[in-house]
Each structure stands twice: as structure tokens, then as C-alpha cells.
């Protein structure tokens, strides 16, 4: 039976350390501050929101909200933008994604300072990530995937670590995070050969896939450490993800569990960013 690698925990030792952090800076005048960008009310989005909004509350991180309609310009939304990164009482920056189809994505990640960019999406901070150059801060999920494997305490130095996954916003930055951690790295996605193979091979397995159910026993090996990134309603209604669970709880020898792994991270990931930015902020 493996051990279930929850994100609570870690997200606690997490927020203890951000609430200190912030709690020093307030004492001395400075009150970390995300501003939080959202157009139009997609109820994942409202969701994920509440999310950040109570996190940020309880370490001591102020939450200042835009808000614009669904149809509101690419213009407003890029004048929105600017007015963030001209305001030096705002540390750092969330902005709901996917956009509406009237706005250019790329065109609004650009111009977003790198500084302010706590949730990795300008081309900067995911230079920064991939060349360690300290320009702005990693993707959020791909962060947390590294943090639980730290707090339970999983060795990664010298292991073989696989990420089925290469998106920008989990796959690739977190294959360079655990890089960083000199852990030998093998990135695959849904068209690599012999998946299953390479899949039971590794020492620490983590998967980003974004399809339900996507790795099942075929893919494990018992000790392994699986980290599960996916999140995703089976057909009963109830959240799973990318791996099936019941298929690799009894071989592997720790798992995340969705929910309450990887996702139960996130949020406090974020909030780290926001006081780790307002520091910056005071040092320039």
C-alpha cells in the first residue's frame, strides 16, 4: 500500500514560513499585494479564485482584484496590465487564463513585468526557470510538484526522474526544476515509444499528461514515487486524474492523491511568490 504524499501538510510548513516572511514585512510598512486579473465569471476560474483569495489571507497577503467583462477589449485589458506594473504597491500579478478569443494571449503575457509574473507565464520568468538566471518565478504547479517531493523528503539527486508532460506551464519547467536538483530527466509525451517501458524505469514518476486516466499499472513499478498532476470528473462525478489510482496505489510505493496532492499546494506556492517579490521590491 503506498503512502500517500498529501498536499496539505506540505502546504502548511509552506504557508508558516510565508506568513513569518510577511509578517516582517508589514512590520516594516510593506503589505504584500497580488492583484488578481480576471475577465468575465468562468466558474473554474471563480472557483480557483476563492482559493487564492483565502490562502492569501491567511499568511498575510493582500488580494487587490480587476475585474472586466468577458467582452472587455484586448486595449483595457493591456491598459490593466500596465497600471500593475506601474503601481509599486503591487508585488505580484495573477491572471486568469485561458482568454477570451478577442485577446491575444501572447500579447498579454508580454506585457506583463517578469518581476510581477508569480505565476510563470511571461517568456522571462520561463527563460529564468530553464537558464537559473533568478528572472522572475516558476510555474506555480510545476513548483509544487518539486515542494512535496521535498517535504516527505524523496531523494531526487543522481535518480531517475520521468515527466510525461511537456507543456510550458507543468511539464517542462518542472523537468528543469527537478534538474536543478541534479535528478537525470527524461521529458515524454502521449507519442513516445514504448511509454510504458520508459514510465517503469524511473525512480520518481511525474505526470502531466492532462488526460484522465492516462497512466495505469502497464506504466508502474513497485518503489516508485508517483507525483499525479492531473485533475480531471470521472463519469461517477468525483475528481481523479491522470493516473489511475486504484491501479497504482497497491504497486507503487508513494502517490499523491487527487485531489489533495498536487493542487493543495498551488495556492500556497503563489503566495510564496507575491512576499518573495514585495522582498525584492524593498531591495531595489
Known sequence: MATLLKGAQAAAA???RTAA???ALTARGIVPTLAVVRMGAREDDLSYERGVINRCAKVGVAVKPYLLEADASQAQ???VVEEINQ???IHGCLIFRPLPAQVDDKAVRAALAPEKDVDGITDASLAGVFTGSGVGYPPCTAQACVEILDFYGIPLEGKRVTVVGRSLVVGKP?????DRKNATVTICN???RNLPEICRQADVLVVAMGKRGAIGGDCLAPGQTVVDVGIHTD???KLCGDVRFAEAEPVVAAITPVPGGVGAMTTSVLAAHVVEAAYFSEEK
Open 14 to 16: 509552506m504557508n508558516e
Open 21 to 23: 516572511r510577511a509578517a
Open 77 to 79: 485589458l493591456l491598459a
Open 87 to 89: 503601481d509599486p504597491g
Open 174 to 178: 518542472a523537468a528543469m526544476l527537478l
Open 190 to 192: 502521449s507519442r513516445t
Open 235 to 237: 463519469e461517477n462525478g
